[in-house]
């Protein structure tokens, strides 16, 4: 093939990438990596554009051999043509901007200067110089009027604007991104869609050690209150990505499962305390409260009302209530 063609090719490679990741992408990854298989229909619709470019090569090869001697000369006196005037506005625009004189006219710009046989050009300056050096003039005025007369934001404002809108950016995102909860951030999830997921995550992974009713095997009965490192979601969820106690507690899980899924797995955990399955395993460890919830004591008292009167006259002095309480 040649030059144009292969530049061709290298163009529509380019531009099939960038419109399948444009349409498939997600925004957070590329969609070549969550779907490879798209590099093989790239390469096969590749191969078949160069196909057709070999093709038409082909066939324009055989047509230019089959011409007459006078149709190849006018045929090739219009591609020369052709090739003189490609490009022909961008070349005249470049020459333009360059601002040279051709060699001919130097005697014209010859200068009375003489050194030695060194004589000078009374060359101007290229136009792209001088129209760069009239925009940096415009630059400077406006940037004069808009920080020093209007007291505009300078670096370091726009700095510190820039860090909150960061802040606020993260927080919306990470309202929507599932995979950045960790052990501080993790929320138990009681939607039915989630507690089902849980339930699969459980069933694929857990009831070797745990049974698939949770009452316990090799692993410790997770329906009742006791929890040997923690109850709670974060605690349930922390086990889970980082594994048990060192030598005898189960494996870390987070090379395994995404964060999402681990809060899956943990809350399904937490909805089988209290099912009361067969044959559970003894209890391991401590009962677990919630320190985040409040504990109200319940007291009792007995209402005695009092009334006071004046010895004298009978008349009512005070009368009030007072709690007697046990």
């Known amino acids: 093939m040649k030059g144009a063609a292969i530049l061709r090719v290298l163009a529509f490679a380019a531009l099939g ?33 160069v196909a057709g470019e070999i093709c038409i090569e082909t066939l324009r090869s055989i047509l230019y051999r089959t011409l007459s001697p006078e149709n190849k000369a ?12 490609r490009f022909k506005g961008l070349k005249n625009t470049y020459k333009k901007l360059l601002g040279s004189r051709p060699i001919e006219e130097e005697g014209t710009l010859v200068l009375d200067h003489d050194y030695d046989g060194i004589r000078e050009l009374d060359n101007q300056l290229p ?13 400077a005025v406006v940037y004069l009027v808009r920080y020093e007369v209007f007291d505009g934001e300078n670096q370091h404002e726009e700095y510190l604007a820039a860090v909150a809108q960061a802040a606020i950016d993260l927080e919306e995102y990470k309202k929507t991104a599932k995979d950045l909860v960790d052990f501080d951030t993790v929320e138990l999830l009681t939607d039915a869609a989630d507690l089902q997921a849980g339930k699969a995550i459980f069933n ?43 030598g005898k507690g189960m494996v870390s899980w987070k090379t395994d499962l995404k ?66 309480s046990i």
Request: some cysteine; overall charge negative; hydrophobic content about 40%.
């Open 74 to 85: 006018a045929y090739d006196a219009d591609l020369s043509l052709e090739k003189a005037n």
């Open 259 to 324: 964060p999402s899924e681990m809060a899956q797995a943990a809350s399904y955990v937490l909805s089988l305390v209290g099912t009361n399955p067969e044959e559970p395993k003894k209890a391991e460890g401590e009962i677990w409260i919630d320190p985040d919830e409040k504990t109200e004591t319940d007291t009792t008292a007995n209402e005695v009302g009092f009334e006071t009167l004046d010895k004298t006259t009978g008349d009512t002095l005070m009368t009030g209530v007072v709690n007697d």
């Open 204 to 246: 694929a992974n857990c009831i070797a050690c745990h049974k698939a009713s949770g009452a316990g095997g090799i692993g410790p009965n997770l329906t009742d209150e006791y929890w040997i490192l923690g109850g709670g979601i974060k605690n349930v969820f922390k086990t889970i990505s980082e594994g048990g106690r060192v």
């Open 127 to 139: 136009p792209w110089w001088v129209y760069g050096f009239y925009a940096t003039i415009i630059f």
């Open 17 to 49: 990438y960038f419109f399948l990741n444009y349409i498939g992408s997600t925004g957070e990854t590329s969609v070549f990596e969550a779907q490879p298989w798209l590099w093989a229909f790239l390469g096969v619709v590749l191969l078949f554009y």
